[in-house]
């Protein structure tokens, strides 16, 4: 069974040029460790929770839209090994951030229902 990282993260309204650019680059290299697909999401209806919501769980400020994005792996296994290459390769930690990543919230899930 396929296995999900899941992501949300506030980038400045400003930057979206720049996040694009560096999903584009980060793309081939999550291909190149198992990854199956890539999803980028711009927020553009993100509305306030009476409670929590997804710009209180990332902190964001004036300014800055909500990104919800995930990457689809053949199986947790892949996906742990996949990861760990990731972050040990240079062109990826070369890479600078478009957004204050300490503020990004992200997982793994495992799907239950795919329809």
């Excluded at 199986?75 to 890479?95: H, T």
């Excluded at 951030?97 to 919230?105: C, E, L, Q, W």
Aim: one cysteine or more.
């Amino acid at each position: 069974m396929a296995y999900v990282d899941g992501f949300v993260a506030a980038v400045p309204a400003a930057n979206k040029e720049s996040y694009l650019d560096h999903a584009r680059q980060a793309l081939p290299l999550f291909k190149e460790f198992g990854a199956l697909r890539m999803v980028e999401c711009w927020g553009n209806d993100v509305p306030d929770g009476k409670l929590t919501d997804f710009r209180g769980a990332v902190k964001a400020e004036p300014g800055e839209v909500v990104v919800f994005s995930w990457i689809e792996w053949p199986s947790k296994a892949v996906r742990d090994e996949g990861m760990r290459r990731m972050m040990e390769d240079a062109r990826m930690r070369d890479m600078q951030m478009p957004f204050d990543g300490k503020r990004m919230i992200y997982g793994g899930f495992e799907p239950i229902l795919d329809a």
